[in-house]
């Protein structure tokens, strides 16, 4: 079982920028998929990014551009750089991580984008 912990969320002005962080309690390999998701209030959890085994990154149309999906295998840690953040990013944000043995989420961090 592994545990995943996000943080780096908070409120932001349009067009700032925000770096979410979840670590895991165990390695991330091997993985099946790794990446990040997106929730409001009665919508399905939404991919934002997300690679498969393999190294390209698919993004959501909505943040190509703006967010890079990152990971540090040595700590355990994924990443999403979030850039010219914009009202519409308002959710809370999940990591993922599958694995053969299972499908792991985070608890989730905020991400409020208001002036």
């Known amino acids: 079982q592994v545990q995943l912990v996000e943080s780096g969320g908070g409120s932001v002005q349009p067009g700032g920028s925000l770096r979410l962080s979840c670590v895991a309690s165990?390695?991330?390999?091997?993985?099946?998929?790794m990446g990040w998701y997106r929730q409001t209030p009665g919508n399905q959890r939404e991919l934002v990014a997300a690679i498969t085994t393999g190294t390209r990154t698919d993004y959501a149309d909505s943040v190509k551009g703006r967010f890079t999906f990152a990971r540090d295998d040595a700590k355990n840690t994924l990443y999403l750089h979030m850039g010219n953040l914009k009202p519409e990013d308002t959710a809370l944000y999940y990591c993922n991580l599958q694995q053969l043995h299972g499908d792991f989420w985070g608890q989730g961090t905020q991400v409020t984008v208001s002036s």
């Open positions: 165990g390695s991330l390999y091997p993985y099946l998929s």
